[in-house]
């Protein structure tokens, strides 16, 4: 089954410096590929996904990912850390078997002033 | 516009209580779904609704009872809760259910729940 490994559970940069969230895949065709943010008290928001049109994918609030099939990743970047940006991260990949949307643990974000 | 919304915001229920949360769409999706998430964790699927019939139940204890009134519409109806049920619950919605981009599913603000 189509799963989602996330590097690091909690991921501390200074604002102002590069955010970096890994995200592996383990997929034998093509998956769609998510990553959501959820800020403290509120629900998942969208940020970016992956359907294979680009594999340079922009997201809002300035994220991107890169789908990099040779390393079966999906990570996230940003490239200047805001203190708006501290939340919880997690990748998701929409399994093609069952319909389900399968998540990664979880990466939360602090940003140092 | 992506805006699912969920009502009540927060709640607070005894063991033995009754009590429904409130789910809604009008993006014109045709499935929707249930999510728990503890603190700290992903969420995890309960249940799934296409075109306003149950597809998907992840084994979920029975007071837990999903409704689907109309295409728009999801509710969660709560009986006799224990205190580890406890969480947010997360409704979500996608234009389908089948594989593709129609998938992409989003999420409403949740219902934190506490059982006493």
């Known amino acids: 089954a189509q799963s989602v490994t996330q590097l690091g559970s909690h991921v501390s940069v200074s604002e102002g410096a590069l955010v970096l969230l890994r995200c592996n895949y383990s997929s034998s065709v093509p998956p769609y590929l998510f990553w959501y943010v959820q800020y403290p008290n509120q629900g998942l928001q969208l940020l970016l996904k992956?359907?294979?049109?680009?594999?340079l994918v922009k997201g809002i609030n300035g994220f991107e990912a890169e789908f990099k099939k040779s390393e079966t990743s999906f990570h996230l970047t940003k490239p200047s850390a805001h203190m708006s940006d501290a939340a919880e991260y997690f990748c998701a990949v929409h399994r093609s078997n069952d319909y389900k949307l399968s998540f990664g643990a979880g990466t939360t974000v602090t940003v140092r002033a | 516009d992506t805006e699912v919304t969920q009502t009540p915001k927060h709640l607070v229920m005894g063991m033995t209580n009754k009590k429904s949360l409130k789910c809604e769409q009008h993006m014109g999706h045709r499935a929707m779904y249930w999510y728990k998430q503890k603190a700290k964790k992903p969420p995890e699927l309960m249940f799934v609704y296409s075109y306003e019939k149950l597809s998907i139940n992840e084994s979920v204890p029975s007071r837990f009872s999903p409704e689907c009134p109309n295409s728009s519409l999801l509710n969660l109806h709560l009986h006799a809760l224990q205190p580890e049920d406890s969480a947010l619950y997360l409704c979500?919605?996608?234009?389908?259910?089948?594989?593709?981009?129609?998938?992409?599913?989003?999420f409403g603000p949740g219902t934190r729940l506490l059982v006493l």
């Open positions: 979500a919605s996608s234009q389908d259910m089948i594989a593709g981009v129609q998938e992409t599913q989003y």
């Open positions: 992956y359907t294979s049109a680009a594999t």
